[in-house]
Nanobody
Framework: QVQLVESGGGSVQAGGSLRLSCAAS????????MGWFRQAPGKERELAAA????????YYTDSVKDRFTISRDNAKNTGYLQLNSLKPEDTAIYYC????????????????????WGQGTQVTVSS
């Protein structure tokens, strides 16, 4: 059993920044790939970014690449997503999730590949 708790969401103007955190407990955080998904009302949940167990490899969907940065601190059992240059289209609930999948990080992009999920944190970007 793993518990994940996101924080750091909020409401910002377009062009602004937020830093999301994901605090993990219950099992060794470094045993898992970590991803950040996002979901807007009426839309599919999509992977925004993912990071390998060691933190060496990262993946970003094209729509966030060069604006978002995923990172992790395994010693603190915490993952992060830095969101810069935010756009209204980034408005969504953001979920932290972890995966036990053994695969290259760019292949771990589907919702059903992730085993544990946080409750989500709302990010709202106004124009």
């Amino acid at each position: 059993q793993v518990q994940l708790v996101e924080s750091g969401g909020g409401s910002v103007q377009a062009g602004g920044s937020l830093r999301l955190s994901c605090a993990a407990s219950g099992r060794t955080f470094s045993n898992y790939i970590m991803g950040w998904f996002r979901q807007a009302p009426g839309k599919e949940r999509e992977l925004a970014a993912a990071i390998s167990r060691s933190g060496i490899s990262t993946y970003y969907t094209d729509s966030v690449k060069d604006r978002f940065t995923i990172s992790r601190d395994n010693a603190k059992n915490t993952g992060y997503l830095q969101l810069n240059s935010l756009k209204p289209e980034d408005t969504a609930i953001y979920y932290c999730a972890i995966s036990r999948t053994i695969e290259l990080i760019r292949k771990v992009t589907a919702r059903n590949q992730y085993d544990y999920w946080g409750q989500g944190t709302q990010v709202t970007v106004s124009s």
